[in-house]
């Protein structure tokens, strides 16, 4: 019982103070906790009437613990003093149990509700993640695309070059590493032009001396 009535009892049998203080604190407990249920915003009518019953029983579980001690202190036979402060505290546990059960339904449809909460949200996340995988994944291709085309054309002009085609020029993507080495390439493609044609020129002038 949430009134501790184990120690209601043991102070009627023995009279031992440690077990007034050990209601007192209880009794304390007790009604901090109902004033601040009552002042929640889920408790219905209902609610409050079943928290007015347990109050009310440790009410009288109080004040019978106050009489306890002048009985004891006026010779009273335990068996008169348990009659005297006999408490039905039967209402209380049924109001308990109510309470209970009430709440009890509150908690499992909040927890199915945040269940369902976090499922969507997960579901939600995972859709993002997909996208973002499938984007990052498109962006890869492309790149090795473009960098494919890139080496091919560099190994065409490559092999022109090789043959003695120097007429050839590679198409440059800018801010590319590729692009860079494409650059070079028309770079050194533009200086063997020069080379080979200084070469004819210097040729051509011997002969008409």
Known sequence: MLFRSHNF????????????????????????????????????????????VIQETADDYMNASLMIQPMIENGESIRAIDSAVKINDGPAKEALDNLHIRYKDIIITGLERVAKKLSTTLYKFFIIIALAVIIFMGLLIFIFHRLGLQVKAIGRVSRDMAEGDLSKEITIIPNDAIGDMAENF????????????????????????
């Open 186 to 209: 028309n770079l050194a493609i533009a200086s063997l032009k020069n080379i080979i044609g200084g070469v004819v020129t210097t040729a051509n002038d011997g002969r008409e001396l």
């Open 9 to 52: 009892k043991n102070y009627v049998l023995r009279g031992t103070p440690k077990y007034l203080d050990s209601i007192k604190h209880y009794y304390d407990e007790i009604t901090m906790s109902i004033d601040h249920l009552k002042h929640s915003f889920v408790v219905t009518e209902d609610d409050l009437k079943f928290l007015t």
